[in-house]
């Protein structure tokens, strides 16, 4: 028994630390947002800091996770599931950003007396040539009118 370290056990004690800092920073956020006490951009803030403060919390107290007493082989583990979790997070958010943007159609439509225009313009300013000029033939290859299918609608 001389090699084997001694670890103690938690007590009721750290438990309900544990519990009722868990319980606080589940009811603020949740506050901020039910009643509106904050605009949209702080109240974001206030709750990613509640979020990380959370997440310190469930490590330290629930998890017993220790910079000094825990293994150094489980810290390691611990902080690669935290990158791979990142990686996946940011990635996602990455890519449907990036669709959106490229998915992003700004279309301008004006109903004209020979028929439906329409134009398009990329975010730089010049006009897509090869999108506008599907875009006609698509419009003239429609079976309704843009103008008798606002009438039906109408009326």
Known sequence: MTGEAVVPVPDRRTY????GAALVLTVIP???????????VPALAVIAVAAVAQIVVQLRFFLHIDFKRTPRENLMALFFAGFLILVMVGGSLWIMFDLHY??????????R???YSVALVSSSGATGDARLERAKRSVATSRNSPTSTVRA???
């Open 113 to 115: 007396s020979e028929g």
């Open 30 to 40: 949740f506050a901020i947002v039910y009643w509106a006490l904050l605009p949209a």
């Open 102 to 111: 490229r998915h992003r159609i700004d279309a301008t439509a004006t109903n």
């Open 16 to 19: 309900l630390t544990g519990f």
């Open 153 to 155: 609608t109408a009326a």
